[in-house]
Structure formats: C-alpha cells, structure tokens
T-cell receptor, first 114, second 114 residues
Framework: GENVEQHPSTLSVQEGDSAVIKCTYS??????FPWYKQELGKRPQLIID?????GEKKDQRIAVTLNKTAKHFSLHITETQPEDSAVYFC?????????????FGAGTRLFVKA | GAGVSQSPSNKVTEKGKDVELRCDPI?????LYWYRQSLGQGLEFLIY????????KSGLPSDRFSAERTGGSVSTLTIQRTQQEDSAVYLC????????????FGPGTRLTVT
C-alpha cells in the first residue's frame, strides 16, 4: 500500500545551523507534497508545499526539494531559531478512485538549542 | 472566519462503550479527513470524504470504526465497543477541494478508554 518514510525521527541542532528532513514515498502517482509543523499541544499547520511539476520551492528560511524519479523530497530550514522547535510531518497524496487522500510520514522532532 | 471545530475536546469512556466524535469543517470545504494520533506518534489516516463521492475508508483499523458526513458538512466518527488501544487524539481536517490542497486541522478530541 501507500507509504511515506521520514528521517530522522529526532534532530537536534544549534541555533543558526541548518536542519534537513528527508522523506520518500512509494506511490509514483503522488503529485502533491505538503509539510506540516505541529508545536507541542497544538494542531498541525501547513508551512510549505510542492507540486510534482516543480523541483524546488523556497519561502524565506524554508525550502523544499522534490526528486520525482527517486520518489524523494526534503525540507530545508536555514538559520534555525528556537521557535522552529516542533514536530514536522511530510506527506504525499496518492490518487485512488478519483480522490486524493493524504499519507503522512511518522514525523521528525526538531530541537533547536539556543 | 471560523476554523475547523471538534467536540468534545476530551472524552473519557469505559472499555466496551461506544463513542461519537464530531467535526465541523470550514464552511464550503468539500473535503474532510479523520486522522488518529497516538501519544508522540504520527498522523494515521482513517477516512476521507470528498464531496458526494463514496468515502475512502481504507484507513479504518477495524469494523468497530465508522464515519459519516451529513449534508456534505458535519462529520461524526463512531467507535463501537471501545478498547484501550483506541486511546489517542482524533484529528479532523478539511480542505477546500481535496488532497492536493492545504488541510486545516481542528483542535482534536482526546479519547481515553479506561
């Protein structure tokens, strides 16, 4: 079935350093790849997304890259700040029966040390 | 405007009892999702409604779980004969058009089965 693998499960960086989270997906029909951030005790919120017709997208300190051939996509956070500390989820949207459900990765807990 | 709301926010029930969880999506959103998040874990897909199409129930873990969406708006997730392993936060999300667009999450219902 559809699967999204996410690595690492935990990531600790020093404030100002970069953080990279990687995901792979199994269903080659997936064409939308969002990233959600979930702060402790709060609901997940979209931070950036990318569609299959684009290889890279950037929004201030956050960027996402996509390699459809390898079925691999990554989140890059530069100049990390303590408020970036949260759990980050990648996701892919395989098409099934005309609809697009969303399969999430297991999450990466990011700690940014001041 | 109002976001996604869920009720109750917390539910404690005895093993074997049935529970109903409610989700009110953002007005006009045609897609609605249910996810389960166990403590410190990822987002497990349960079910997906898109407009008037048949729902994608492929994530429901057993026949004790069911969901309906009345009038294309409010949704109810029902768990029959609850078990302790059903204890988790149940998150609902809605999207304007489907899996290829941003999902807006509700605050969740924390279910505890004693």
């Amino acid at each position: 079935g559809e699967n999204v693998e996410q690595h690492p499960s935990t990531l600790s960086v020093q404030e100002g350093d970069s953080a990279v989270i990687k995901c792979t997906y199994s269903d080659s029909a997936s064409n939308y790849f969002p990233w959600y951030k979930q702060e402790l005790g709060k609901r997940p919120q979209l931070i950036i997304d990318i569609r299959s017709n684009v290889g890279e997208k950037k929004d201030q300190r956050i960027a996402v890259t996509l390699n459809k051939t390898a079925k691999h996509f990554s989140l890059h956070i530069t100049e990390t700040q303590p408020e970036d500390s949260a759990v980050y989820f990648c996701a892919a949207t395989p098409e099934k029966g005309g609809g697009f459900k969303t399969i999430f990765g297991a999450g990466t807990r990011l700690f940014v040390k001041a | 405007g109002a976001g996604v709301s869920q009720s109750p926010s917390n539910k404690v029930t005895e093993k074997g009892k049935d529970v109903e969880l409610r989700c009110d999506p953002i007005s006009g959103h045609t897609a609605l999702y249910w996810y389960r998040q166990s403590l410190g874990q990822g987002l497990e897909f349960l079910i997906y409604f898109q407009g008037n199409s048949a729902p994608d129930k492929s994530g429901l873990p057993s026949d004790r779980f069911s969901a309906e969406r009345t009038g294309g708006s409010v949704s109810t997730l029902t768990i029959q004969r609850t078990q302790q392993e059903d204890s988790a936060v149940y998150l609902c999300a809605s999207s304007s058009r489907g899996g290829e667009y941003e999902q807006y999450f509700g605050p969740g219902t924390r279910l505890t089965v004693t």
